[in-house]
């Protein structure tokens, strides 16, 4: 029986098995359905049409690429039956065991023609990506040169590139905590290969899917399709992180980038797609979408692969939360009625909308930790300054609030509207024990983060000065915020 055991490309490569032959867990494959796979993949791969996507994954010294056995056919079939089907009963076995699937490691070697200097059962970077090569002893136990591993294991191994996807010249292979995400990320690419090596095959060309998006946004796009997926099936609920690897293991250029979601943005980004936050968090996630530029001539599409702003900010999270509330969460008009927005190159329209509070309250929640009492606290203050900003039109004090950099100038700032509240009649907007909370850390010492409780604070007043049509009346008299948002 196999399980995923928690090593990447084992269980990208058992989720791809389990996906090819239509099982919905790895324990549901049988031996029937392993020879069947192998099948499979051999006829795959010692197509011409993949030995340029297989030397990516495994170099060209592995038996598929061979340029050496271009003229012999015989020897490609020899090296697919040893390392694809070595998990067939009557392949002798050591008593030793693998380390990834606890499985008795293979006793022949996985070269074509038996070497003796080639340990048994060993594999290299040829079957294993981003190893060392042969003969060579760092990184391995006991001085021995290879890892010992059993014939599951290398077949497994063999079918994580078909569960993975091209782009920019490397390979994305995405795996997580959640077994029922790893499967759909791998039952995903796939679809997508199966279908494009097909097309190959038929117009007798090299296979070249690449498709049209950065790394991380194609990641966080899948992504969003399986926790809905997940949302309606309901059959996992459990809090998960992500983790993708953006690798080449050619000769000529190997790299490896790893891109990593931890818990708490996999939860808040499973909470925005909702149908509470799904339609005010799309506005959001539109925003934020890069517009190629067009080439030259206004002819042909842009070269540069489409990306999301936004998530490719995810992956900074929880780090750089502050910058990414200022720059995504963050929306005001300004005095030509448009709305500033996350980035110059977004592809957004005019006349955005505020974001929705009640998304910031989650962000904070679910990446920041925050509590709610300081929630309520921060979302109080911004009522009551937008309340006091809209009876008095105190447009200055907006301008003022939004643009300083400095925390004393800040503090009076809000001293001075205060202080002119009070004159007027009016109670205090400012209580000492709720401002210290959200600005101070002690007497007269501003808190590290007061940016952040500012830009909180902002984020709710736009809202609410939104709600009572503030800025609707007030966008003449408004000076240009693009101007000071850039400025900062």
């Not at 084992?10 to 359905?33: F, I, M, N, W, Y």
């Amino acid at each position: 029986m196999l399980n995923f055991c928690g090593q990447p490309l084992v269980d990208v490569g058992l989720a791809t098995l389990t996906a090819l032959q239509g099982k919905k867990t790895p324990d549901q494959l049988s031996l029937e359905d392993l020879e069947k796979a192998a099948d499979t993949l051999a006829d795959i791969f010692l197509d011409p049409c993949m030995s340029g996507y297989l030397s990516i994954v495994f170099t060209m010294n592995a038996g598929y690429t061979q340029p050496g056995y271009s003229k012999t056919p015989e020897k490609k079939a020899m090296y697919a039956q040893k390392v694809l089907k070595a998990f067939l009963p009557d392949v002798p076995r050591q008593t030793e065991k693998d380390i990834f699937l606890g499985l008795p490691v293979v006793d022949y070697s996985f070269h074509v023609e038996e070497k003796g200097s080639a340990m048994a059962g060993r594999a290299f970077r040829q079957h294993i990506p981003l190893l060392t090569g042969e003969d060579v002893i760092n990184f391995f136990p006991y001085g021995e040169a290879g890892i010992p591993v059993s014939g599951e294991t290398l077949l497994a191994i063999q079918a994580f590139p078909l569960g993975s996807l091209k782009i920019g010249g490397k390979l994305l292979t995405v795996h997580s905590d959640n077994p029922e995400v790893t499967l759909y990320f791998a039952r995903k690419f796939l679809d997508l290969n199966l279908k494009a090596i097909q097309l190959a095959r038929q117009n007798k060309e090299k296979f070249s899917l690449e498709v049209p998006r950065a790394e991380r946004t194609l990641l966080i796009e899948v992504l969003v399709e399986a926790t809905q997926s997940q949302e309606e099936g309901r059959s996992n609920e459990r809090p998960f992180s992500v983790t993708a690897y953006h690798f080449s293991n050619s000769g000529q250029g190997p790299a490896l980038q790893i891109f990593h979601l931890p818990m708490q943005t996999v939860l808040f980004l499973t909470m925005m797609q909702s149908a509470r936050y799904r339609n005010a968090w799309s506005k959001v996630v539109q925003r934020a979408w890069q517009q190629p530029p067009a080439r030259k001539g206004g002819k042909g599409e842009s070269s540069t692969s489409p990306k999301n702003y936004l998530y490719e900010d995810l992956f900074s999270l929880p780090e750089n939360a502050a910058e990414f509330l200022r720059r995504y969460l963050l929306v005001i008009p300004s005095s030509s009625t448009t709305f500033l927005q996350p980035s110059e190159e977004s592809a957004s329209g005019n006349q955005a909308e505020p974001v929705n509070w009640e998304i910031t309250v989650q962000f904070l929640r679910r990446i920041l930790n925050m509590e709610k009492e300081k929630i309520e606290q921060i979302r109080t203050l911004a009522d009551t300054l937008a309340d006091y900003i809209s009876q008095q039109n105190d447009s200055r004090f907006f301008w003022e609030f939004y643009t300083q950099n400095r925390y004393d100038f800040l503090r009076n700032a809000l001293l001075k509207a205060n202080l002119n509240h009070v004159r007027r009649g009016n109670p205090p907007l400012l209580q000492f024990d709720p401002y210290i909370q959200v600005f101070e850390e002690g007497y007269e010492l501003p808190s590290a983060d007061w940016k952040l409780a500012r830009d909180l604070v902002l984020i709710r007043m736009v809202e609410r000065l939104y709600q009572l049509n503030w800025f609707g009346t007030h966008a003449q008299t408004l000076p240009d915020l693009s101007e000071a948002e850039n400025a900062s």
